[in-house]
């Protein structure tokens, strides 16, 4: 069955510092990937998204996500965090066909001032 | 352009009590989901609406859980009799059609406590 990991549960790192977000899949063909944030109180929003082509996806708020299919992983990243990014961060697997999502258990963002 | 919209926001009650949650998705979204997420986990897909026609409820316990969409809009999601284990908040995302491609938008959720 299709799965995600995030193996880092909670992340706590200083304002101004960079930010990386560890995911790995289970193998599968042209796997549909997403990175979502949910923010206390609020509901989820989509930062990113991969499905073919460049292997290094830009989302909003300054985040990008690099695809290593050698790897099955699908980090996401920032050069310099704010403290308005502390949240829970998702990553997701899509079905292509139906758009079932598949969501890791998350990972944590504290910022340090 | 207004969002997906979900009610109520919060609802306690006791076990073996009945509840229901309401969406209503975005505008021209033929494509509805219920997801369920537990405190500290991911949100799980528990059915899946192409207009009124299910798609997936694999996930749904259905013992205790249905669904339904009318006339391919609005949704309502029962629950009953209710466990203590089914406290969570329960996600409505809607989406153009269905397919990995068309981004799926979230409602605020409904947060769920069973005492």
């Known amino acids: 069955a299709q799965s995600v990991t995030q193996p880092d549960i909670h992340i706590t790192v200083s304002e101004g510092a960079s930010l990386e977000l560890r995911c790995n899949y289970s193998?599968?063909?042209?796997?549909?990937l997403f990175w979502y944030v949910q923010s206390p109180g609020q509901g989820l929003q989509l930062l990113l998204k991969y499905f073919s082509g460049d292997t290094l996806v830009q989302g909003i708020k300054g985040f990008e996500a690099e695809f290593k299919r050698s790897q099955s992983s699908f980090n996401l990243r920032k050069p310099s965090v704010h403290w308005s990014d502390a949240a829970e961060y998702f990553c997701?697997?899509?079905?292509?066909?139906?758009?079932?999502?598949?969501f890791g258990q998350g990972t944590t963002l504290q910022v340090k001032p | 352009e207004a969002g997906v919209a979900q009610s109520p926001r919060y609802k306690i009650i006791e076990k073996r009590q009945s509840v229901a949650f309401w969406c209503n998705p975005i505008?021209?979204?033929?494509?509805l989901y219920w997801y369920q997420q537990i405190l500290g986990q991911g949100p799980k897909l528990l059915i899946q609406?192409?207009?009124?026609?299910?798609?997936?409820d694999s996930q749904l316990p259905k013992d205790r859980f249905s669904a339904e969409r009318l006339k391919g809009v609005d949704s309502t999601l029962k629950i009953q009799p209710a466990k203590l284990e089914d406290s969570a908040v329960y996600l409505c995302?809607?989406?153009?059609?269905?397919?990995?491609?068309?981004?799926?938008?979230f409602g605020p959720g409904t947060r769920l406590t069973v005492l």
């Open positions: 995302a809607s989406s153009v059609l269905a397919g990995g491609k068309n981004e799926q938008f």
């Open positions: 193998y599968g063909a042209t796997p549909y």
């Open positions: 505008s021209g979204h033929a494509t």
């Open positions: 609406f192409q207009n009124n026609g299910v798609v997936d």
């Open positions: 997701v697997r899509g079905s292509s066909n139906t758009g079932k999502l598949i």
